[in-house]
T-cell receptor
Framework: QKEVEQDPGPLSVPEGAIVSLNCTYS??????FMWYRQYSRKGPELLMY????GNKEDGRFTAQVDKSSKYISLFIRDSQPSDSATYLC???????????FGAGTTVTVRA | GAVVSQHPSRVICKSGTSVKIECRSL??????MFWYRQFPKQSLMLMAT?????????EQGVEKDKFLINHASLTLSTLTVTSAHPEDSSFYIC?????????FGPGTRLTVL
């Protein structure tokens, strides 16, 4: 079993829809949770960073962390074609800066 | 946000040559940088952790004599792929740590002929 599980998709939604992305993890030591967006042939771009259970909102993006269930989510509201990319969840334990990544979910927003 | 650059963005070389890739944190100092490798349609695979002023820590299965890492300053880490072969062709990405966040460079696509 992988430490971090993420449905690779692909996920296709119409413009304006809400995109819902999820990851589960097995290592209870994970304390920091991140979502990255990666366009084709580019490096990952940090979208959201959280370190506690609950919600964090930034513009059209909302990250949720439920440590009791070992489950994290990213929601993208009012999705745009420019949101078409691969979204990677990543997490790390306290004082261990190595990231464990999910497989990445490829999202296509149709105009 | 913090900016990380990589150079070159793309390199094509002949088998047997060595290739150096630079990773720079442009607007912050990074005591720790990381080197990843990514194959098409796959997630990132950590190769090594680079700490300024000390030897890099390599992940299991990564040949340290083949992938030489130097972190000589707080803003620069280099990865040298020595005696490159076609199987080393890949997308190499670095990241730099600022507090508990990691910021990634744009990646370097290496093609070995």
């Amino acid at each position: 079993q992988k430490e971090v599980e993420q449905d690779p998709g692909p996920l296709s939604v119409p413009e304006g829809a809400i995109v819902s992305l999820n990851c589960t993890y097995s290592n209870s030591a994970f304390q920091y949770f991140m979502w990255y967006r990666q366009y084709s042939r580019k490096g990952p771009e940090l979208l959201m960073y959280t370190y506690s259970s609950g919600n964090k909102e930034d513009g059209r993006f909302t990250a949720q962390v439920d440590k009791s269930s070992k489950y994290i989510s990213l929601f993208i509201r009012d999705s745009q074609p420019s949101d078409s990319a691969t979204y990677l969840c990543a997490m790390s334990a306290a004082n261990d800066y190595k990231l464990s990544f999910g497989a990445g979910t490829t999202v296509t927003v149709r105009a | 946000g913090a900016v990380v650059s990589q150079h070159p963005s793309r390199v094509i070389c002949k088998s047997g040559t060595s290739v150096k890739i630079e990773c720079r944190s442009l607007d912050f100092q990074a005591t720790t940088m990381f080197w990843y490798r990514q194959f098409p349609k796959q997630s990132l695979m950590l190769m090594a952790t680079s700490n300024e002023g000390s030897k890099a820590t390599y992940e299991q299965g990564v040949e340290k004599d083949k992938f030489l890492i130097n972190h000589a300053s707080l803003t620069l880490s280099t990865l040298t792929v020595t005696s490159a072969h076609p199987e080393d062709s890949s997308f190499y990405i670095c990241s730099a740590r600022q507090y508990n966040e990691q910021f990634f460079g744009p990646g370097t696509r290496l093609t070995v002929l």
